[in-house]
């Protein structure tokens, strides 16, 4: 009976222990598998990082190289291009320009034998400047040149906002002088003359900063298009057609009757005195045939 008890016992570790093997094995893999996942998931999370930190570069660089809004800048350009047709993109210039607030402030056509040219200067608000000048390479065929400068007059424009300031606080205190303190006429005479020249200098300074805000606010670009033709040696002589000469005659037949009736008007004493003097002598005849 003893021994019976002890074989099952050993039987019931011997399962047991198979048991705990097995289940021991499932754990293992499993914890193989997530590690291995875990491991693709931080390599996942490496990759992204590298692409966020290339995006934040990227935004900074483009931050970096934007102009400062407190920055007084006068940008301009110059640029030359080659075109298909000069009147066509003129027509799809100007359409450009006035879609962001532009416009032509002079135009200047010539055509010669060789090219046709068109020559016209662009007012563009300045945040469009850009904009403007990525739009224009879209339209023509060729870019000879562009030359683009800018000109930083921040100094100035605080200088000058600067003292107009002061200008205008002196103003005040000489206006106060006036109301309060001047009594004699010439007190009063003395101040109204440095008012006189405090109000001068504050003008002028209020002048440069105007032209320099309307610089700053709108770009100038001066624009060359030019269209090669096919040369056409220039005739030697003219011959005028039949239409032509009679547009010429009727012309000048016109021109003399309206010179004679012109004469005639500024020489109305003349006329009137001429046409008495006629009658007069007729009268004379006729009486003497009478007699």
């Known amino acids: 009976m003893n021994v019976m008890l002890v074989k099952t016992r050993i039987k019931s570790l011997i399962f047991l222990t198979l048991i705990v093997a097995v289940l021991g094995c499932q754990q293992n893999d499993k914890s193989y598998n997530e590690s291995v996942e875990v491991a693709t998931v931080d390599i996942n999370d490496d990759f992204e990082s590298v692409g966020n930190n290339e995006q934040t ?6 931050s970096v190289n934007e102009i400062p809004k407190h920055l007084k800048i006068i940008k301009s350009a110059t640029a030359k291009y080659k075109v298909e047709n000069v009147k066509t993109a003129t027509r799809n210039i100007k ?4 879609n962001y607030g532009a ?3 002079d135009l200047r056509y010539t055509n010669d034998l060789y090219k046709k040219e068109n020559r016209f200067t662009i007012k563009i608000p300045q945040q469009y400047f850009d904009s403007m000048m990525d739009s224009i390479g879209y339209i023509v065929d060729f870019i000879e040149y562009e030359n683009i400068t800018t000109k930083d007059v921040t100094e100035e424009y605080v200088d000058i906002q600067t003292r107009l300031n002061t200008k205008l606080e002196v103003k005040s205190r000489y206006e106060a002088i006036m109301r309060n303190n001047a009594k004699t006429i010439d007190e009063i005479l003395a ?5 006189r020249v405090i109000q001068e200098e504050i003008e002028s300074a209020q002048g440069r900063l105007k032209y320099l805000s309307n610089k700053v606010s709108y770009s100038t670009i001066q624009i060359d298009l030019y269209e090669t033709v096919a040369y056409t040696e220039e005739p ?9 000469k009679s547009k010429e005659g009727l012309s000048f037949g016109w021109n003399v009757i309206e010179s004679f009736v012109i004469g005639l008007l500024y020489a109305w004493p003349l006329v009137i005195i001429a046409i008495v003097v006629f009658f007069l002598i007729r009268k004379r005849l006729r009486n003497r045939k009478t007699v």
Do not use: D, H, N, Q
Request: aromatic content about 12%; overall charge positive.
């Open 57 to 62: 570069a990227l935004k900074t660089e483009m």
């Open 95 to 98: 359409r450009i320009a006035g």
């Open 191 to 195: 101040t109204e003359e440095k008012l």
């Open 236 to 244: 030697k002589s003219y011959s005028k057609t039949f239409l032509s």
């Open 103 to 105: 416009y032509i402030s």
